[in-house]
């Protein structure tokens, strides 16, 4: 069957990274987390002082930050590298939620990035999850969803996501970081969360794992088998 591009938007913990990576798995496609990449190039602007008013600081800092996934049978898939280093783990920290939403609205870093997953992205076979997917970096996505959960339930989530990880955050502090981050990522300018006209919206505030995974495995063999059809009747072939 025809590869496509699956584009999964939506906001901060609603599920969207472990359900794309499943159905990534499941298809035997490449998954990409690009929320994983802003926080990266956040890392790096914390690491190294990057003043973001400052656009020469802001520049200088992109052209020395290289990112790259998993790749290769020494690494375990979802690492992600900044400059080689692994820094799968630390991009997750507090630190890095309270100023990723600041460094993604930067045009620069999203001009850098939205570049890179167009490149991952090319030979299809992707599911990519984040905020502009559907509507930015891949608007004529064979299928586009776009999923959605109610506060309370998201910062449960992200919650006991932290406490896996051995780290106890409160919970009003994580309540605190999506309202702001939800605010600050549906309003900025450049590539703006918000749901693409043609996407599927998925409510996961009462949906298992499972179900999630699977009715998206429902619209991605229906997106192909669209394909196919299409791809067979340019062709002028017979179904
Ligand atoms: O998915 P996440 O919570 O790890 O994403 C972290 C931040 O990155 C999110 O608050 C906004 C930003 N982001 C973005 O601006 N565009 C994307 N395609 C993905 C994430």
Redesign the pocket.
Known sequence: MEKIVIAIDGF?GCG??TTARAVSHLLNYIYID???M??AVTLYFLQHYINLTNPKQVEKALQEIEIEFARGEDRQEGQIFLNGIDVSSRIRDMEVSEK??EV?ALAPVREKMVALQRKIGKKKGVVMD????GTVVFPNAELKVFMTAALEIRAARRQAELLDRGQLVDLADILTNLQK?DHL?TTREI?PLKQAEDAHLIDTTHLTFAEQVEEILNLATSAMVGTDHQQKTILGLKE
Request: proline fraction near 0%; avoid cysteine; aromatic fraction near 6%.
């Open positions: 901060s969207k990274s690009t929320g994983a802003y926080r990723v939403s993604s984040g905020r502009d997917i981050r990522d590539g």
